[in-house]
């Protein structure tokens, strides 16, 4: 397998663009993470989906941010408008069961630099 | 305080020597794992644990539930270890959470 697949690997853009970060994960795992790294806070989980059901948004920082799961094959997170605050680098990771006793899968990152 | 405390935050050693990085937690957790952040930023997982101890290689994790503690340990260190090592824990209930709280990290370094 190819492993959990995102897209792009870094973006930069002015502030108030729209900026979508894209994720495929591995086949046949059944739940999404999408996690957010930055020097002052380190790894944060943003949202996370099960069968391409969103279950827990709480992370997600405000309304400028969304995320979907259309299939089980791919999914987006969205920020719009972006803010310089935002810029940080975004994991999408994929489990094949509940992380009592998956293993976690991890995506490159997507770098993203908001000017 | 973090619900997620590693240390030490930075460690420095020579080829070949033991390292233990530590970890402790305030919550009680179902789950711990470890993963390794390489310098150019991918992350792996390296182990998931609930109690006792597993091996991979040169890696060793413990983790002791009673006294909310694990340990991570390398023996006969090497350069390619160089990285930095996170702790997470899945706090409980069981059931619906797969949500988890990271450690700040701990940056290894290892001298040829």
């Known amino acids: 397998d190819a492993g959990v697949i995102q897209s792009p690997r870094h973006e930069v853009t002015e502030m108030g663009q729209e900026v979508t970060l894209r994720c495929k994960p591995i086949s046949g795992h059944d739940y999404l993470f999408w996690y957010r790294q930055t020097m002052m806070r380190g790894l944060e989980l943003l949202i996370y989906?099960?069968?391409?059901?969103?279950?827990?948004d709480s992370g997600m920082p405000e309304d400028r941010f969304s995320a979907k799961m259309p299939n089980a094959s791919f999914s987006t997170l969205k920020i719009q408008p972006s803010e310089p605050r935002d810029s940080a680098v975004y994991f999408c990771a994929s489990s094949r069961e509940g992380l009592n006793t998956g293993e976690l899968f991890f995506g490159e990152g997507s770098r993203l630099t908001v000017l | 305080k973090n619900e997620v405390e590693q240390s030490p935050q930075n460690l420095t050693a020579q080829e070949g020597e033991f390292i233990t990085i530590n970890c402790s937690y305030s919550v009680g957790i179902s789950a711990l794992h470890w993963l390794q952040q390489h310098p150019g930023g991918g992350i792996v997982s390296l182990f998931m644990l609930s109690s006792g101890k597993k091996k991979h290689g040169r890696l060793i994790a413990t983790i002791n539930i009673q006294e909310k503690h694990s340990s991570l340990h390398i023996t006969a260190s090497h350069p390619r270890d160089s990285a930095v090592y996170i702790c997470a824990v899945r706090s409980l209930p069981n059931f619906g959470n797969e949500k988890l709280t990271f450690g700040t990290g701990t940056r290894l370094t290892i001298i040829p």
């Open positions: 989906f099960n069968n391409n059901v969103p279950i827990d």
